[in-house]
């Protein structure tokens, strides 16, 4: 007879503490704080209450000691004891929304707060993100952290509880999944958790007293009713508790692949209970067959896993696969695209911090500027407190996300001020001397490190007294550039002056398009503006070749009397019709999950009345605006009466037959040297209960995956989805993006830029048709809330976003650097003659090669002795490059971690030169010694 196998079951005591989201942040901090004070006082009182993990996410000891300073030594002491478990994470984002590199700068920061207070959990924490990426075991690895846990995105049919993760690269970490979440498997929730929320106790009961009624998780009073109820007496039978423990010993043993089971005691906003260590001992006395049950932590678990684990299952890449059975890890993809504006100024706000303030201060410190650190610290931190998982969701209640706005813009003061003030120090240094007097010095900064060429829109300030009426602007070689007048203002910009009193100068501002070329990786180069009276004879070229038509050497774009394009790409010969058609149905979902009414209606722009008008012309752009009027409801309604039933009565079944004209104003660009079409749509939302998006049918009907940028990656997925007709929720056809998405059958490719814009999908039709989401309207945030009405997203949204046609694949077709010069936007500014200065009207401090290597940060390291510079290689295929420093010579460089530990030297070409080569999918960290 075989030998009963015996088990030895964790119990790891947690709460789940969102900092925002049901409740803004203060109100949820005071219940963090009275949580914390009840487990420092329990943890000094109880010997066998041995240990508390705090989340995973270090700001909320952050937040508690900014209350409680003087429990500053007692954590430190619990900390370094291994009872109180911090970190990795500064907070716990939503990894498929945020660039890889605030993943990074996030467990940068939550190691050191949780380092400074005794100590890391180096666990891949993981169980909040709606989805996980497939760079995340490298990223993991970067950090000396080998195992990670998380629900979603996976399922217990398609693995054991314990796999290995492999990432792209071939890193693999010791992954643990929580078959159904942290709430329903977890030994809170079974064994306490009913009696709490009003269902018949297992095992705890209440002394209800006169409290009222159960709590039921909705609103800000039953959660302040709640807190109260957990101050009552608590009592337990430990016959049913026994039963308990054996029922999750059957159900976590069913898919694990050793004697090792996790029990995860907690749930969300919850206070540690107080009868743990009492249940434990009583439960030793009775568990029979070697079975043992102990107060654990998530690493002493790991690390017996990792002891008797053998052969284990080996999964690759992302995880995003939706649920089969059950309701407690589904994936809620549609977070995505849920209050949209949010995840607009998110990219526009990650772009400016990483792509210009941080390379900029860079290039101050080269200068001689002291790098400021403490301001970009708190510009992060500003940032990655919207990056946690309900907030750059967007499914919180309104408060929560008025004060995301807040946090965004506080950041954005910030790194706009240190491109400014490095611009101040930069622009006084170069040698203008040699202008005239009535001459203007534009210096055009590129932030990227590969050379590139942009049509720039510039506001040029002249005197009011040189009565300017045009310009001439040339290169450095004096050859005059085409110019394509826009307009002339009278202004008086108030200028502040740190010695003097407040300037007002009478200027006239100029605006006008050019075309700079060659403008040097992440450097800068100069123009000379000259004012010219208004007889002065302009360029009179035009790229309009015909009605509603206009082109360049690469494109020829036709825009069609219904508003739609026909892009034909000159160097494949390819054109691609029927593009860019607004398509808006019903919504009935909430912030989490799109859900289409039961009779939906669909509407697009094709047969809506359109204007199309030409608004520029000239020898630098076209542009045309297209004015879409649609006729859509003004809501979803809800169902006839005899359809009801109590499970969906919240849910509005159809759209209303009351409609509203709704205006939708594109501008379609075309620059003289653009190889894409870009397009600006501004919408004023009136309608609630709707998705909208833009479609782009590519026509490559053999394409068979779409690539899509990702977090250090780009990750194809398959056009065809799963058959998974019975689930309890279906495969989603909407995938999570960053810059692009691409389509390609290798011959030929079509590519929709974006800015901001996360959520895409390609349609299983015969054309391979680009849905790119720009509103998605929900009248419920949080689930069952339906007070919330920021989620429809009324008022005035604009869009940007780009056509790239092209030949092969997205890899040979530069399509990741047209997405960089998309979303990276040059930065002009002017100045007058000066004294001769030390840097040349030209200059580069930095440049990758090949550009296929992308740049993830240039920054300060964190000891603040020397640069972090971070690339990664995106591609299959193995890529040799060169970092070359034309500025100031280097005097080392080792190859580091994520942590930025050196693990081996780099040798130099020369002391301006390194050569590198970088695996396929590999993030490559590199520190700089000048």
Not at 44 to 65: H, R
Not at 128 to 136: D, E, R, V
Not at 411 to 437: G, H, K, M
Not at 665 to 678: D, P
Request: net charge positive; aromatic share 8%; charged share 25%.
């Amino acid at each position: 007879m075989a030998k009963k196998k015996s088990y030895e079951m964790h119990i790891v005591s947690h709460t789940h503490w969102d900092r925002e989201w049901r409740l803004p942040f203060q109100a949820f901090r005071m219940k963090l704080v009275d949580c914390l004070d009840y487990l420092l006082e329990l943890m000094k009182k109880d010997p066998e209450y041995k240990y508390f993990t705090l989340d995973g996410q270090a700001s909320l000891i952050e937040d508690y000691l900014e209350i409680r300073p003087e429990k500053r030594e007692e954590i430190r002491k619990l900390v370094k004891a291994g009872r109180l478990l911090l970190g990795p994470w500064y907070t716990l984002v939503d990894e498929s929304l945020v660039h890889g590199e605030s993943i990074v700068r996030n467990l940068l920061l939550g190691h050191r707060i949780a380092r400074e207070l005794g100590g890391v959990m180096k666990v891949g924490y993981a169980i909040s993100s709606f989805g996980h990426i497939g760079q995340l075991p490298q990223i993991l690895r970067g950090f000396n952290i080998e195992t990670a846990i998380f629900s979603r995105g996976i399922n217990q049919w398609q693995v054991k509880s314990e796999f290995l993760w492999e990432a792209p690269d071939g890193s693999e970490v010791l992954a643990f999944h929580l078959p159904d979440d942290y709430t329903k498997s977890n030994w809170f929730y079974v064994v306490y958790r009913p009696a709490i929320i009003g269902m018949p106790a297992d095992c705890w009961s209440y002394e209800w007293g006169t409290l009222g009624l159960p709590f039921h998780a909705c609103d800000a009073e039953s959660l302040n009713h709640f807190y109260r109820l957990l101050n009552l007496q608590l009592h337990y039978n430990p016959d049913e508790v026994e039963e308990r423990v054996e029922q999750l010993k059957r159900e976590s043993a069913a898919n694990a692949t050793t004697n090792q089971l996790l029990f995860m005691d907690g749930v969300d906003h919850l206070k540690p209970n107080p009868l743990l260590g009492q249940i434990i001992a009583d439960m030793r006395q009775r568990l029979k067959g070697g079975d043992r049950l102990i107060h654990s932590t998530l690493p002493r678990y790991m690390a017996k896993v990792k002891r008797s684990a053998k052969r284990l299952q080996r999964v690759r890449g992302e995880m995003r696969n939706t649920t089969r059975e059950g309701v407690h890890n589904p994936l809620l993809a549609s977070v995505l695209s849920a209050r949209m504006d949010l995840k607009v100024k998110n990219q526009r706000v990650q772009t400016l911090l990483l792509k210009w303030a941080e390379p900029m201060a860079c290039v101050g410190w080269l200068l001689g500027r002291p790098y400021p650190q403490r301001y970009l610290e708190i510009a992060w931190r500003y940032l990655m407190q919207n990056h946690a998982h309900d907030s750059i969701c967007g499914c919180c209640i309104d408060t929560v996300h008025d004060h995301m706005n807040h946090r965004f813009s506080q950041t954005e003061i910030i790194a706009e001020e240190i491109v400014q003030r490095t611009f101040w120090d930069v622009v006084p240094q170069i040698d203008n001397s040699r202008l005239a007097e009535d001459e203007m010095a534009l210096t055009v900064f590129n932030s990227l490190p590969f050379a590139r060429a942009e049509t720039l829109t510039v506001g040029i300030d002249f005197p009011e007294e040189w009565s300017a009426r045009n310009v001439r602007i040339t290169d450095l070689s004096g050859r005059e550039l085409p110019t394509q007048l826009v307009s002339i203002e009278k202004l008086c910009p108030e200028m502040l002056n740190p010695l003097n009193a407040q300037l007002s100068p009478h200027v006239h501002r100029l605006m006008v398009h050019f075309h700079a070329a060659d403008i040097p990786s992440l450097g800068f180069t100069t123009f000379i503006a000259k004012p010219l009276p208004r007889e002065y004879k302009r360029h009179l070229s035009s790229l309009v070749t015909g009605v509603n038509q206009m082109e360049n050497d690469f494109l020829r774009v036709a825009i069609a009397p219904d508003g739609t394009l026909s892009v034909t790409d000159k160097t494949t010969g390819r054109t691609y019709e029927n593009l860019h058609i607004f398509e808006d149905g019903g919504e009935v979902g909430d912030a989490w999950k799109h859900t289409p009414p039961m009779s939906d209606e669909i509407i697009t722009s094709r047969g809506s009345p359109v204007k199309i008008a030409l608004i520029e012309d000239g020898p630098v752009l076209a542009r045309f605006r297209i004015d879409y009027t649609l006729s859509l409801p003004e809501c979803a309604i809800p169902p006839k009466p005899k359809m009801i039933v109590e499970e969906a009565e919240p849910f509005r079944s159809q759209r209303s037959r009351a409609v509203k004209l709704y205006h939708i104003s594109t501008t379609v660009t075309l620059g003289k040297h653009a190889r894409v079409v870009n397009f600006a749509t501004r919408i004023d939302n009136t309608v609630k209960d709707h998705r909208l998006r833009v479609l782009f049918p590519s026509g490559i009907a053999q394409a068979r995956v779409s690539a899509a940028e990702g977090q250090f990656d780009v990750v194809e997925r398959p056009i065809r989805l799963p058959d998974t007709s019975g689930w309890k929720e279906q495969a989603y056809s909407t995938h999570p993006q960053l810059g692009f998405v691409d389509v390609s059958d290798g011959k030929v490719g079509l590519a929709i830029l974006n800015e901001g814009l996360p959520e895409y999908a390609v349609l299983d039709d015969a054309q391979r048709t680009i849905a790119l989401t720009l509103l998605r309207c929900v009248g419920r945030s949080i689930g069952e809330d339906y007070e919330q009405t920021g989620g429809q997203c009324l008022g005035v949204h604009e869009f940007r976003y780009a056509l790239y046609p092209h030949a092969g694949r997205w890899d040979t077709a530069g399509v990741f650097e047209q997405a960089l010069v998309h979303n990276t936007r040059i930065k002009v500014t002017q100045s007058r003659r000066h004294k001769r200065g030390r840097l040349p009207q030209r200059q580069s401090f930095l440049e990758i090669t090949p550009s296929t290597l992308v740049l993830s940060a240039l920054k300060q390291s964190e000891s603040g002795r020397s640069f972090i510079l971070r690339v990664y290689n995106p591609t299959t295929r193995k890529i040799s490059g060169t970092l070359y420093f034309p500025f100031k010579p280097l005097k080392k460089v080792r190859i580091t971690n994520l942590l930025e530990r050196p693990t081996q030297p780099l040798a130099l070409r020369n002391r301006h030169r390194v050569a590198l080569t970088v695996p396929p999918k590999r993030i490559m960290t590199l520190e700089l010694l000048f």
